[in-house]
């Protein structure tokens, strides 16, 4: 679960005030002392600093246990912050023993003191079933309550829920209103699932050119899955007007993002030369990367790659090996491929 952590250092007293000047000054070390003395003086705050610096290792040497520490005496004292991060450290195990149980109760004590990302949390917990026993209608109250108080990623949860009649009764509208609300509130994948309805008019009237503004938005806010999406549209000239190099970019945009499929897409385009320099051997390593990363269609590729020389020199048990890893992962032509070399003695 990725860690989202705010510094938020309240001006109350003048030992704070102090470590927040020290901090303009690039004083890091200077800060820290300063707020372990805020911290041994009783100021709760203090010490859920205090921990997040030791947390990321901000002007001291990176030590999760004692943050874990930090933030358990900031959480007994109150601060519902350090009670969520707590919280985090149990969920992952770091610096603690992994113990879910132990940070559902935590992110509970978060959410019941006012902290909307505890509230989303829990509610991710009890949608997946991850440490409690799966419960979707309290995933969709738990992010209910953190959307109410400001949460985004919240209220595109909550609309996955309705958009799929998960926990709740299915509603596209109220899927679409809540999308609306995190995308204007800042959160991409509530722009990318709104771009979804657009397109396949799931709910509202088809509109693939808002649906394309709102890829745009996504891929531009540093949402991967959005640029794929875009490079998609572009590549087809699917309610834009098609441009193979346009959906070149945003398939290395994508693929250098992380998103397998972005490569994959970008593989073919070299391979077949398709609107840009056909390149077989970058078409290779675009494959091997997807392929890497899990995505089967490149485990198939770079097989038939090997299987013809096409870029590579001809290796057929490699790519039986290839096709062999796409079948057991289910890819019904990786299995197909798989059983020709294997009739044909490789």
Excluded: P
């Amino acid at each position: 679960m990725k860690k989202i952590v705010f510094i938020l250092v309240l001006l109350l007293g003048v030992s704070l005030s102090d470590g927040y000047a020290e901090h303009n000054k690039g004083s890091k070390q200077k800060e820290s002392e300063l707020y372990k003395k805020a911290c041994d003086g009783g100021y709760v705050r203090g010490c859920y600093i205090l921990g997040l610096l030791y947390d990321i290792g901000d002007g001291v040497k990176q030590n999760k246990q004692k943050a874990s520490e930090l933030y358990k005496k900031a959480c007994d004292g109150g601060d519902m912050s350090g009670c969520y991060n707590l919280g985090l450290l149990y969920y992952d195990g770091d610096g603690v023993r992994q113990n879910k149980q132990k940070a559902k109760e935590l992110y509970k004590k978060a959410c019941d003191g006012g902290n909307m990302r505890g509230c989303y949390n829990l509610g991710f917990l009890y949608d997946i079933g991850d440490g409690v026993k799966q419960n979707k209608q309290k995933a969709s109250q738990l992010y209910k309550k953190a959307c109410d108080g400001g949460h985004m990623v919240g209220c595109s949860s909550l609309g996955n829920l309705y958009s799929n009649g998960d926990g709740v009764k299915q509603n596209k509208q109220k899927a679409k209103e809540l999308f609306e609300k995190a995308c204007d509130g800042g959160d991409m994948k509530g722009c990318y699932n709104l771009g979804l309805l657009y397109y396949d008019g799931d709910g509202v009237k088809q509109n693939k050119k808002k649906a394309k503004k709102l890829y745009k938005k996504t891929c531009d806010g540093g949402d991967i899955g959005g640029c794929f999406i875009l490079g998609v549209l572009y590549d087809n000239g699917d309610g834009v007007r098609q441009n193979k190099q346009k959906a070149k970019k945003l398939y290395k945009k994508a693929c250098d993002g992380g998103n397998m499929r972005g490569c994959y897409n970008l593989g073919v385009l070299y391979y077949d030369g398709d609107g840009i320099r056909q390149n077989k051997q970058k078409a290779k390593e675009l494959f091997e990367k997807a392929c890497d990363g899990g995505h089967m269609g490149g485990c198939s590729n770079l097989g038939l790659l090997y299987a013809i020389g096409g870029g590579v020199r001809q290796n057929k048990q490699k790519a039986k090996e290839l096709f062999g890893k796409a079948c057991d992962r289910g890819l019904n032509s990786g299995c197909k491929n798989y059983k020709i070399l294997n009739e044909q003695g490789y």
